[in-house]
């Protein structure tokens, strides 16, 4: 019985998931568990694989469509949550939040991560999904990462292992490795100077994305050399909605949530962009979400 293996670790039972998705779907979880080190989130693991039991590590839950009614176990990082500064060197724990650690990188001088000031993800997922913006991303400060392999050792992976390319890496390739550190190599640069990118950033992203609304960022990547949003907008598609689910007004690669949107409505959504984009344009559009099944 979980409940008495979970017994001493702090767990959430029969929970909804709305509170730890972006898009807020309200799906539910048996079991929510918060590891509070790595050697519990080994032994957890461990317990679930011997078990035959289903599990899905959440980030910040701020790239997937959490498309079933209910997941058995879902496990959240948060509570590692460490970082360590040695000159210009980062070391964080999975459980980081980015926006967090690039606001303190830039108050202790150093530069590297001021792309992520907007990015709503935890450190793991994000050097998982090789997060970036503005022609930067996670690969290009990682120097090495702590995983969890698939026999539960804890090995170190160097940044050319990971094979990281454009939003993807060998972690998201391999989803039984778990990264439970990552190690970043920053530059020194003065804090005023790195403030006021991260501010313009901010503004930037205030005034183009709808922010102010349930959503998991951009859903479709760019294909060469072209906007999925210009694309998505020059059809006529801003607004169009179904069921709870809406193109956004303000940026047409962004759906949002209008309240009760369900994973359905979401899905059935992106596939009828797709179809539109490919009637007018014969383009094929690939998701940058996630959809978790
Ligand atoms: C308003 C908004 C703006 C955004 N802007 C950007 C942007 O500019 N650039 C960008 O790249 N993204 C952007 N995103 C998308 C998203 O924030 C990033 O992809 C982020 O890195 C996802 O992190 P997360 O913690 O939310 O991951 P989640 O969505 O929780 O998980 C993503 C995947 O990683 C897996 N995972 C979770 N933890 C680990 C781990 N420790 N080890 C291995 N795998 C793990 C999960 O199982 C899942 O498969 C935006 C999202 C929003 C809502």
Redesign the pocket.
């Known amino acids: 019985m979980i409940e008495n293996f979970i017994n001493n670790y702090e767990y959430y039972k029969n929970i909804s998931l709305k509170k730890y998705n972006?898009y807020r779907l309200d799906v539910m979880c048996d079991y929510l568990v918060y590891p509070k080190n790595i050697e519990e989130l080994i032994e957890l693991i461990k317990y679930l694989k011997e078990n035959n039991i289903n599990y899905?590590?959440?980030?910040?839950?701020?790239?997937?469509i959490l498309a079933r009614p209910s997941f058995d176990v879902v496990i959240k990082?948060d509570r590692l949550n460490k970082i360590k500064i040695n000159n210009n060197i980062v070391v964080a724990e999975?459980g980081v939040s980015?926006i967090n650690l690039a606001n303190v990188c830039m108050n202790n001088n150093l530069n590297g991560l001021s792309f992520a000031g907007?990015?709503?993800?935890?450190v793991?997922?994000?050097?998982?999904?090789n997060?970036?913006?503005y022609k930067e991303d996670m690969a290009s400060i990682i120097k090495e990462i702590k995983v969890i392999t698939p026999n539960l050792d804890i090995v170190t992976m160097t940044s050319d292992e990971l094979n990281f390319t454009y939003?993807n890496s060998y972690?998201k390739e391999h989803?039984d490795?778990?990264?439970?550190e990552v190690t970043f190599e920053l530059e020194h640069m003065g804090k005023d100077k790195i403030k006021e990118v991260m501010d313009n950033r901010r503004q930037r992203r205030i005034s183009s994305?709808p922010?102010d609304m349930p959503?998991?960022?951009?859903v479709f990547r760019n294909p060469d050399g072209l906007s999925a949003g210009k694309l998505i907008e020059d059809i006529g598609l801003k607004g169009y909605t179904i069921g709870g689910a809406q193109i956004s007004e303000k940026h047409a690669n962004f759906i949002v949530n209008n309240g009760n949107a369900t994973y359905e409505d979401i899905i059935s959504l992106i596939n009828y962009i797709k179809e539109k984009i490919k009637d007018n344009y014969n383009i094929n559009l690939i998701l940058e979400q996630?959809i978790?099944r």
């Open positions: 972006t899905l590590i959440l980030g910040n839950g701020s790239n997937v990082l999975a980015l907007g990015i709503p993800g935890l793991g997922a994000s050097t998982a999904m997060a970036g913006a939003r972690l989803k490795y778990i990264c439970v994305q922010l959503s998991a960022g951009s996630e978790i």
